[in-house]
């Protein structure tokens, strides 16, 4: 099997949906030998910031001499970013053969009786194979969908538990209330377990102790006094660490714009104290190293300064909201959007949030089954309002509207990852990145 026959045989089991529960993914690990039982796993839930705490986790790890590997989803440009160690994403030709032992295995599985198992749970066993073969020290490990039933959860042993913010999303799923949703998250807590809380409403936080208490688990609550913003700019925030008992903190630097990206912080940073105190070697130094070097593609991301151009991956009404409050802390005036958003993402309500800063609007349909037309979404937006909104069928039309700006205008990409990643591609190929925000 080749890269290309890997990632066609890997799309190609979209078609069996997605179907929560663990009995798939536990026996194709078995058959895999288990290689989830390898190394330390930091298994991190919630419904956004789970990506920016996995990347500022995976950073201090590695800064600390750790062989460190991350799993994200979903992919921006290139599949190859769900799986990385180190911030080196797999080789296409280990992916490749690890597909194709997969695929025997699920061969195996079917013949057996058991349903054939879906994309995700295909790319989790390719995942943790891939990982187990290199011999990696931790894993920092993003649910993909809920938490208790998600394939993820085959971990029995995790280090450290974590659940970041809760908001609504994939209600079909996980529920129709906060409750239900933060349920279904708390799902990840194991027997024994440390578990790391992001700060949030007194309702989600008592469904998550009580899962909690019910596994013997202790809970470490962020805590939102142990910090104190210094100052931002469009290249990064600074903090001070308040709290000096395991790590000594003056200043912080992250690259994440956001107040939100601040709380996501100060979430690894009680993780990683945990881990600390657990016996392994990570200073002070090497936070601050770690946290100055990440960055999150397609979050908050300016890659141009004249015009401002910006891309956010706010997929769901909890992040467009993170998105438009970041939006007006650090840019005044009109804005001119393109936005694209999947059907089941409340689109009426990301408008709601989106219409009132918007100088026009430009509508694109995100590259996926279940993507809103654009030419639907501009429909919806003249129900709305009298913002000029003009629907593209091509995304090669993005270049002449941005090429007819003035300097000083501020054009942001907003909604869907499956939008945000084809545009940051096609902006990268044709001259922009963030390395045009060097001082």
Same mark, same amino acid.
């Given at each position: 099997?080749?890269?290309?026959?890997?990632?066609?045989?890997?799309?190609?089991?979209?078609?069996?949906?997605?179907?929560?529960?663990?009995?798939?993914?536990?026996?194709?690990?078995?058959?895999?030998?288990?290689?989830?039982?390898?190394?330390?796993?930091?298994?991190?839930?919630?419904?956004?910031?789970?990506?920016?705490?996995?990347?500022?986790?995976?950073?201090?790890?590695?800064?600390?001499?750790?062989?460190?590997?991350?799993?994200?989803?979903?992919?921006?440009?290139?599949?190859?970013?769900?799986?990385?160690?180190?911030?080196?994403?797999?080789?296409?030709?280990?992916?490749?053969?690890?597909?194709?032992?997969?695929?025997?295995?699920?061969?195996?599985?079917?013949?057996? %009786?058991?349903?054939?198992?879906?994309?995700?749970?295909?790319?989790?066993?390719?995942?943790?194979?891939?990982?187990?073969?290199?011999?990696?020290?931790?894993?920092?490990?993003?649910?993909?969908?809920?938490?208790?039933?998600?394939?993820?959860?085959?971990?029995?042993?995790?280090?450290?538990?974590?659940?970041?913010?809760?908001?609504?999303?994939?209600?079909?799923?996980?529920?129709?209330?906060?409750?239900?949703?933060?349920?279904?998250?708390?799902?990840?807590?194991?027997?024994?377990?440390?578990?790391?809380?992001?700060?949030?409403?007194?309702?989600?936080?008592?469904?998550?102790?009580?899962?909690?208490?019910?596994?013997?688990?202790?809970?470490?609550?962020?805590?939102?006094?142990?910090?104190?913003?210094?100052?931002?700019?469009?290249?990064?925030?600074?903090?001070?660490?308040?709290?000096?008992?395991?790590?000594?903190?003056?200043?912080?630097?992250?690259?994440?714009?956001?107040?939100?990206?601040?709380?996501?912080?100060?979430?690894?940073?009680?993780?990683?104290?945990?881990?600390?105190?657990?016996?392994?070697?990570?200073?002070?130094?090497?936070?601050?190293?770690?946290?100055?070097?990440?960055?999150?593609?397609?979050?908050?991301?300016?890659?141009?300064?004249?015009?401002?151009?910006?891309?956010?991956?706010?997929?769901?009404?909890?992040?467009?909201?993170?998105?438009?409050?970041?939006?007006?802390?650090?840019?005044?005036?009109?804005?001119?959007?393109?936005?694209?958003?999947?059907?089941?993402?409340?689109?009426?309500?990301?408008?709601?949030?989106?219409?009132?800063?918007?100088?026009?609007?430009?509508?694109?349909?995100?590259?996926?089954?279940?993507?809103?037309?654009?030419?639907?979404?501009?429909?919806?937006?003249?129900?709305?309002?009298?913002?000029?909104?003009?629907?593209?069928?091509?995304?090669?039309?993005?270049?002449?509207?941005?090429?007819?700006?003035?300097?000083?205008?501020?054009?942001?990409?907003?909604?869907?990852?499956?939008?945000?990643?084809?545009?940051?591609?096609?902006?990268?190929?044709? %001259?922009?990145?963030?390395?045009?925000?060097?001082?």
């Amino acid at each position: 099997m080749i890269y290309e026959e890997a990632i066609e045989f890997i799309h190609s089991t979209y078609r069996f949906g997605s179907k929560l529960g663990l009995d798939r993914i536990k026996r194709l690990m078995e058959l895999l030998g288990n290689p989830q039982n390898n190394y330390n796993i930091i298994h991190v839930a919630g419904t956004n910031g789970k990506g920016s705490t996995c990347s500022l986790i995976h950073e201090v790890l590695m800064e600390s001499g750790y062989k460190t590997g991350l799993f994200i989803s979903p992919y921006l440009e290139e599949f190859t970013e769900r799986i990385q160690i180190n911030k080196q994403q797999i080789e296409k030709d280990s992916l490749a053969r690890i597909t194709a032992l997969v695929k025997d295995k699920i061969g195996i599985m079917v013949s057996e %009786g058991y349903d054939h198992p879906t994309e995700f749970e295909l790319v989790t066993a390719i995942g943790f194979k891939y990982f187990q073969e290199k011999k990696i020290d931790f894993l920092v490990l993003e649910v993909g969908l809920g938490g208790r039933f998600d394939a993820t959860n085959v971990v029995e042993k995790p280090l450290v538990c974590v659940i970041t913010s809760i908001s609504y999303d994939h209600m079909e799923q996980l529920g129709d209330t906060l409750e239900k949703i933060a349920f279904e998250k708390a799902g990840i807590i194991k027997e024994g377990a440390s578990l790391v809380v992001y700060p949030q409403s007194d309702i989600i936080k008592n469904i998550i102790k009580d899962s909690a208490k019910g596994k013997n688990a202790s809970v470490h609550e962020v805590d939102i006094n142990n910090f104190e913003k210094i100052s931002c700019n469009i290249t990064g925030q600074w903090f001070k660490y308040l709290k000096r008992d395991v790590f000594e903190l003056p200043e912080v630097k992250i690259n994440l714009l956001g107040e939100h990206q601040l709380l996501n912080a100060l979430t690894a940073l009680l993780t990683l104290e945990i881990i600390k105190k657990q016996g392994f070697n990570i200073s002070s130094e090497s936070v601050i190293k770690g946290f100055s070097n990440c960055k999150f593609p397609g979050r908050f991301e300016i890659i141009n300064k004249s015009p401002i151009i910006i891309l956010d991956g706010g997929h769901n009404i909890d992040g467009i909201s993170s998105f438009t409050k970041t939006l007006t802390e650090y840019f005044k005036g009109k804005v001119t959007f393109f936005f694209g958003i999947l059907k089941d993402k409340s689109p009426e309500e990301a408008l709601e949030l989106l219409l009132p800063l918007a100088k026009e609007i430009y509508t694109l349909t995100p590259l996926s089954p279940r993507a809103l037309k654009a030419r639907e979404l501009a429909e919806l937006i003249e129900k709305h309002s009298n913002i000029k909104v003009t629907p593209l069928d091509n995304y090669l039309d993005i270049l002449s509207v941005i090429k007819n700006a003035g300097k000083n205008e501020i054009i942001a990409f907003s909604g869907s990852l499956y939008m945000i990643g084809s545009v940051r591609k096609l902006l990268r190929n044709n %001259g922009m990145s963030n390395s045009l925000l060097s001082p």
